[in-house]
């Protein structure tokens, strides 16, 4: 294959992330525009309680830039011949979204939670859903309408092709799932590791493995979907 720039894939990589960090000190300096607070404490519970639209107004940007792409003709939906019909690659997709969920919500959730507990991190510990998802209805927006296109045309449909036009699929894999990874930074560094290995990861091979970005799409929307459920199960 010919070793395209890496200037637009690393570029699109970073849009997120940036956003992210623009909109947590912007909306931080907006609080304490009339002076410090006294509690300092006052600042983050603020900011956290606006965390819903912080994350939509991150995947408002993610959307752009992944239309953006695709009227470039920078997407590729398919590697090569698919592996299978894209009705089957729905539903394994599915199944696999479920199975990614099952495993955060009995087991992986509580062992972020601990890994924050016992070794630290730069985040406040606690369950990362509790701290997104309100209000419930801009979560929804953002991560189950918006979230799972924009995500896979950026991280999947666009970064992982065109690194592996450089480097090949596995470096390619593992570095699109840092990236992936990376994305989520704000909700500290084990929920950004755990997204890496265990969503940027199994997503990337998925669409390496079958040719279709339709696998890991519906993977993506449906882990999003019953992500929200919980949330919704918790504070609705």
């Keep these: 294959m010919a070793k395209g720039s890496l200037k637009a894939p690393l ?5 997120g992330p940036v956003a992210f960090l623009v ?13 410090p607070p006294s509690d300092p404490q006052e600042v983050a519970e603020w900011v956290t309680g606006k965390m819903g639209l912080i994350l939509l107004l991150v995947q408002v940007v993610l959307a752009t830039t992944a ?4 009227r470039s003709g920078a997407v590729a939906t398919t590697l090569r011949q698919p592996a299978w019909p ?13 199975g990614l969920f099952a495993a955060y919500a009995l087991g992986i959730e509580r062992q972020l939670v601990a890994l924050q507990a016992s070794l630290g991190d730069y985040v406040s510990s606690g369950a990362i859903v509790d701290r997104i998802s309100r209000p419930l209805s801009l ?25 592996a036009e450089r480097w090949g699929s596995w470096p390619a894999l593992l ?13 500290g560094f084990w929920y950004m590791a755990a997204t890496a290995l265990l ?13 279709m970005l339709a696998l890991p799409l519906a993977a993506h929307l449906t882990l999003n ?5 919980m949330a919704f199960g918790r504070h609705g």
Aim: hydrophobic content about 60%; glycine content about 16%; some cysteine.
């Design 86 to 98: 894209w009705p089957r690659a729905v539903v394994i997709g599915v199944l696999f979204g479920a």
């Design 67 to 70: 239309f953006w792409l695709w």
């Design 11 to 15: 570029v699109s990589a970073f849009v």
């Design 139 to 163: 979560f929804f927006l953002a991560n189950c309408v918006m979230a799972p296109v924009a995500e896979e045309v950026i991280y999947r449909g666009h970064v992982l092709p065109r690194l």
């Design 225 to 229: 979907l019953l992500e929200f459920g």
């Design 23 to 35: 909109l947590l000190v912007g909306f931080s300096a907006w609080f304490v525009r009339g002076g």
């Design 175 to 187: 570095l699109s799932a840092g990236l992936f990874g990376g994305l989520h930074w704000a909700g």
């Design 199 to 211: 969503v940027g990861l199994p997503l990337g091979l998925l669409f390496l493995r079958s040719g």
